[in-house]
């Protein structure tokens, strides 16, 4: 109700005015969690596997942890749920085209960053329509990913943030979690925010007891590879909000441990 209240406001300020107003809310929140609000996460040697609603969100979110874990020869698989054919509107010929062009720069990206080919699964859910899964379609995504996970008995498992602002992102999250607990392996599972900071009132959407899960880790070295991967995209990174992309340059990036 209240996601849908703030939605319906969105929708009465000019674009130009919203995205500046998102921008400055943007950076401050992600500003005071790195300095303030957070706790350094150590880095593991334990393999991981990212699950990613579209093909961008890995590398916005996770790219310098996965470039990180690569560097050391530490097994990072990638799985994106859904086509990403809804980025560039709803001509059937086009959404067929972005497909095709998401999976390349997805490969392109994954590879700057060190991640095999052989460690990336499309599972080609329709974009956008992850929360609308019937009762046969979700079983049968839980039981891919849960698969997965039983192939690689991760050590780390790293979804978008369960308030993440988009519907195909929070429902990662839950689909994830649930194969997860339909697997049996244990796993740590970490959030990467993707859109919440951007879209989500600070303390409206987000309380303090989700800010006190937040941990940062260093990518420091790994800053420059990141940043090309992020360009690997371009198909994306044109229709993205002005500013958007700032914050996933910086020299950390910011999870949030959830519990299982």
Known sequence: ??????????????????????YI???LVSKWILRWGSQPLKFSETSAMVFSPHQDDETLGCGGMIARKREQGITVAVTFLTDGRGSHGTDPNIQNQIIQIRKQESLKALG????????????DKLDGG???????????????????????????????HRKDCHKDHEATYYL?????AQSGIKVELLQYPIWVFWRAPLF??????????AYRLSITSVKAKKKRAIAAYPSQMQNLPIGFIKR?????????KAEL
């Open 25 to 27: 809310h943007a950076s």
């Open 130 to 160: 992850l929360p609308d899964l019937n009762i046969e379609e979700k079983q049968q995504t839980i039981d891919q990913i849960a698969q997965l996970l039983k192939h690689y008995q991760p050590g780390e498992v790293y979804v978008p």
């Open 176 to 180: 994830v979690k649930e194969a997860i």
């Open 1 to 22: 109700m209240l996601k849908r209240k703030l939605q319906k406001l969105q929708k009465l300020i000019p674009t130009n005015l919203l995205n500046q107003i998102q």
């Open 248 to 256: 996933f340059l910086q020299s950390d990036e910011i999870f949030f």
């Open 204 to 213: 409206i959407l987000l309380k303090i007891k989700d800010i006190s899960s």
């Open 112 to 123: 700057i960053l060190g991640v095999e080919p052989s460690e990336i699964h499309f599972l």
